[in-house]
């Protein structure tokens, strides 16, 4: 059954919440610590991660991808120097974070706040070391995908600049462009099986096949035809490939969500960044109720997604 518009947006954005928020509590885990069936509240004696958190919580991922959504919806466009602020008062103030409190800030994007406290411009804040690869930017990019109606070369151009802010790695930002090019075509009605290699396309037409973007992306994230086990750590290329996989066979947005905790380390940012899409794919009413009921911060969500959905 082919899904509303409307209720795919509504599901990509709080299916990508609902599902960082289902992983707070597992991340730092081997896969073979976690219960059998993850739930918003652990089981007795399970020992949580950021045990001083409420069920229900969502992390810097959700934080920082509702501060993306709000930036493009006040300024119109992707303008790094506001999103690179709104960045600063979440860390300084807990804007977009539930009850305002602020846990578990990656490395890289920890280091480029603190330069732009110092007054380093945004776009010059994010490492380029091959070693500052990261998810912490390709957790918050989806709203990009959704909001964007420039061309597909504006959309990766954006997609990048958004990601440079605090991972400037090629890298990086390759991951973020596909992922920002898959999103819109999914959200356009592509067919699920075809949207990925549709994105994939797209971006090596943008660039060229002989681009250093396309080089990077075709040799360090998704070589062609090559095998690689799944994996869930913080490492940017891990969380695409995962993405990639787990939504692919057409599964459940519950089962690619859970699938994604599965992979142990990471949960909350694997999860999110898979939700985002098989909520994209499925649609909000494909949602767990019971995951919808338990999470929090419904007051700072409901309003951007109704000013994005009236957009």
């Not at 709203?143 to 802010?165: F, M, N, Q, V």
């Not at 992306?217 to 969380?239: C, H, I, K, M, Q």
């Not at 999470?295 to 957009?311: A, I, K, M, S, T």
Request: hydrophobic share 45%.
């Amino acid at each position: 059954m082919r899904v509303a518009q409307e209720e795919r947006i509504r599901g990509a954005i709080l299916g990508h919440l609902a599902a960082d928020a289902l992983g707070v509590p597992y991340e730092f885990h081997e896969p073979a610590e976690l219960p059998e069936v993850v739930t918003m509240d652990p089981p007795p004696g399970f020992r949580r991660a950021h045990a001083s958190t409420p069920p229900g919580t969502w992390s810097d991922d959700g934080a920082q991808m509702l501060a993306l959504l709000d930036s493009l919806l006040e300024r119109g466009r992707l303008d790094a120097e506001d999103l690179g602020q709104r960045f600063v008062a979440w860390y300084e103030r807990g804007a977009y974070a539930v009850d305002g409190v602020v846990f578990d800030v990656g490395v890289q994007t920890s280091n480029a706040i603190l330069a732009m406290r110092q007054g380093i411009p945004a776009l010059e804040a994010g490492s380029s070391d091959d070693r500052a690869n990261g998810n912490g930017s390709l957790m918050r990019v989806l709203p990009l995908g959704l909001w964007h109606r420039g061309s597909d070369a504006e959309l990766c151009a954006d997609a990048a600049t958004s990601s440079r802010i605090t991972h400037a790695h090629l890298r990086s930002q390759v991951c973020c462009e596909v992922y920002a090019l898959w999103v819109r075509r999914l959200l356009m009605g592509a067919a699920p099986e075809k949207s990925f290699d549709d994105a994939v396309a797209a971006f090596r037409a943008v660039h060229g096949s002989a681009s250093d973007a396309v080089v990077e992306f075709e040799t360090r994230v998704w070589p062609e035809n090559a095998r690689f086990e799944l994996g869930g750590s913080g490492y940017v290329v891990d969380t695409f490939r995962a993405t990639v996989r787990l939504t692919e066979s057409g599964a459940s947005y519950e089962e690619v969500v859970r699938a994604a905790i599965a992979l142990g380390h990471d949960t909350d940012t694997t999860a999110c960044v898979a939700g985002g899409i098989a909520g994209l794919v499925h649609g909000v009413d494909a949602i767990p109720n019971a995951w919808l009921d338990a999470l929090r911060g419904r007051d700072l969500v409901d309003p951007l997604l109704e000013r994005l959905l009236r957009r």
